[in-house]
């Protein structure tokens, strides 16, 4: 998908409300920058932009902003060989008096960020700026960074502590829509996911975790939202399971990539 040059600036994903995209192939072109978390002077909201797969590109020409608002919580998932393209990654809320009513998470899994010029890859120059996002995690599936510059880190790539969602359990009849799929509790974070649905049948065939987070200590609760229902839908079948393992970390192209925190 490639927006002309007449259609504006930036893309927003979410303002206020909820926004989740699942990319699994092709393409995503955009001419300017994207917020991943809306910026308006609306709060609250979640936000969630997946890349999943060796086919499946988000080519943003400028930056990508995490959390452009207050109290919003904004994902950005790498998995399995998709491909994310911007000048840098920043986390942008509005204002340092709201660093902690907003969580923006990164999390690699098997994918790629390529950095398009040099300098910071998340425009943070010291650990604990406000521009980094709060936690970039590396999952089993590793990282892998190309540039073509000199690019540095200065956020700290984590290992998932704890344990994760591994597994949710879910089927059902009767929607017009995919569901959003909420995770909340159980002492953990950055957990998410998607609902799989059959257009042609109206039916739920399963839930895909695209992150399954890290620190749980209990079970979460996992409700499916919208889709047509207008009452929640609490899934019972939810398993947590160690997610400490780690990938490696891969670097690509021509440029040097420096890690500027242990």
């Not at 390529?114 to 010291?126: C, E, H, I, L, Y």
């Not at 599936?141 to 502590?161: R, W």
């Not at 109206?202 to 620190?215: A, E, H, K, L, Q």
Request: proline share 3%.
């Amino acid at each position: 998908v490639a927006y002309p040059p007449g259609c504006g600036q930036g893309l927003g994903l979410s303002r206020g409300g909820t926004g989740v995209v699942y990319q699994a192939g092709g393409t995503f072109y955009r001419r300017s920058h994207l917020q991943i978390g809306a910026r308006d002077n609306t709060k609250n909201g979640y936000s969630c932009w997946t890349v999943d797969g060796a086919t499946a590109t988000n080519d943003v020409r400028d930056q990508i902003y995490l959390n452009y608002r207050t109290n919003h919580v904004a994902i950005l998932n790498m998995n399995n060989g998709g491909t994310v393209a911007a000048k840098f990654i920043h986390s942008h809320v509005l204002g340092t008096s709201n660093v902690g009513t907003s969580k923006a998470y990164v999390n690699f899994d098997g994918g790629t960020f390529f950095v398009k010029q040099a300098g910071s890859a998340f425009n943070g120059t010291v650990a604990g700026n406000v521009n980094l996002p709060d936690r970039v995690t590396v999952y089993k599936g590793g990282a892998t960074f190309e540039c073509t510059n000199a690019v540095s880190i200065y956020a700290p790539l984590m290992k998932p502590e704890g344990k994760g969602v591994t597994a949710i359990n879910y089927t059902g009849s009767g929607f017009i829509g995919a569901p959003h799929v909420t995770i909340t509790g159980g002492g953990g974070a950055g957990a998410s996911a998607i609902a799989k649905f059959d257009s042609r049948t109206g039916n739920v065939t399963g839930i895909t975790i695209t992150s399954p987070g890290f620190g749980y200590t209990s079970t979460p609760t996992v409700t499916l939202s919208g889709g047509g229902n207008t009452t929640p839908i609490s899934v019972s079948s939810v398993t947590i399971g160690d997610s400490a393992t780690t990938g490696g970390l891969t670097k690509n192209g021509s440029g040097t990539l420096g890690l500027m925190v242990s």
